[in-house]
């Protein structure tokens, strides 16, 4: 891939109102990020949305920069040394930057995640499980926030932890957790999906927590409330289809109501990291993508699309999500037509993706 070609990749990725599966969806119906940035304006056009503007170029060079002056670099979904597991979510996270040993992300990974202003016994059972789970060769992934988040990458320390972070790569949040910071970029390796030099906000946690358990086999939920981030991550990971795992607490413990209440829906109970080996044991390491656009015989340069063609795809769009495939059958419109024309309608706020490759009707 040339310098090019992936500074057009990050401009896409960056741009606001791009979402991962509009950004799978442009490369997959151009070819390329340079194509796909080349059509860009004529499809905002189409969209009614001329306020979008694609994110400069010259960011993104002076992101690579600052990121490759510190000893981080940028990976790409397309990159051969993408991380194999992510790479099967639907859709992946277009761009990621890493800070640290990579190679980490080749052995098996679980999540632990838990409360911030956890009990002793909460952080006692992070990291001694995280202890444990490193020591049979698995790498444990956490979020580098306060409590068992940290307890988790102190345990895991030794043998490699991967700490995935809302802020940009450089960002150190909390404050606390500088020194910790650099032990994990120094041992273990620091993941973000925010630009170089971005301040977390708290729709950058949703993200973040969908890198935990994209990265991981399963998650170890360990002391959570009943509305708490961890139950997020474990909702994510079960989209995900991945194991989702849960430490009993006491009943006489508000920290716990949400973790007990994993186990009451389901999850699988652990006390122990003998007892999460055997849980993900089964789980398949990798799985084909379910996003796939389509390949329909057609050259993009001959398409034309009229009102009639956008006015039967918002016709046949609900409010139930369907499949590409469907909409085609429904319209008598090609898939890869179909794919274009949501493409705007996406970014008219009219259609909205879901995993899977599903599309529905957002209005």
């Known amino acids: 891939m040339t310098d090019a070609e992936r500074i057009a990749r990050v401009q ?10 509009t950004y799978s969806r442009f490369l997959e119906t151009y070819g390329s990020g340079l194509a796909a940035l080349e059509a860009f304006p004529e499809r905002v056009r189409a969209s009614g949305r001329g306020e979008l503007k694609l994110y400069p170029a010259d960011k993104v060079r002076r992101e690579f920069d600052e990121t490759d002056h510190i000893g981080a670099r940028i990976i790409l979904s397309g990159d051969e040394d993408y991380p194999e597991l992510l790479g099967h979510l639907s859709p992946a996270p277009p ?50 926030a306060r409590g068992v988040d940290t307890a988790s990458h102190n345990g895991s320390l030794s043998t490699g932890t991967v700490a995935v972070i809302a802020g940009g790569i450089d960002n150190i949040y909390p404050a606390q957790n500088e020194n910790l910071r650099n ?20 729709n950058d946690f949703p993200r973040r927590n969908r890198l935990i358990t994209g990265l991981s086999l399963g998650v170890v939920v360990i002391e959570a409330a009943q509305r708490s981030g961890s139950l997020i991550s474990a909702r994510t990971a079960l989209e995900q289809g991945r194991e989702v795992m849960a430490v009993p607490g006491s009943p006489l413990d508000n920290r716990t109501r949400g973790s007990n209440g994993l186990i009451r829906s389901g999850a699988i109970l652990v006390e122990n990291a003998e007892q999460v080996i055997e849980a993900i044991a089964p789980a398949a390491p990798s799985q084909p993508s379910l996003f796939e656009m389509p390949d329909d ?30 909409i085609s059958l429904a ?3 090609p898939s890869r037509k179909c794919a274009i024309l949501l493409v705007e309608l996406e970014l008219e706020g009219i259609a909205g993706s879901l995993p899977g490759g599903l599309v529905r009707r957002q209005n």
Not at 117 to 135: E, V
Not at 302 to 326: H, M, V
């Open 331 to 333: 319209t008598g419109i």
């Open 297 to 326: 015989d057609l050259d993009d340069e001959t398409l034309e699309f009229s009102e009639e063609d956008r006015a039967r795809i918002i016709q046949a769009l609900s409010p139930t999500a369907t499949t590409i495939a469907d």
């Open 95 to 144: 761009v990621i930057t890493v800070w640290g040993n990579t190679d980490l992300l080749k052995k098996p990974c679980v999540a632990l995640v838990g409360s911030r202003n956890a009990s002793a016994a909460a952080i006692r059972i992070a990291h001694d499980m995280a202890h444990d789970l490193g020591n049979s060769g698995y790498t444990v992934v956490s979020g580098l």
């Open 12 to 21: 896409l990725a960056r741009t606001k109102g791009v979402g991962p599966l």
């Open 183 to 202: 032990q994990i970029k120094d041992t273990g390796l620091v993941v973000s999906e925010s630009p170089f030099g971005h301040e977390p906000r708290a």
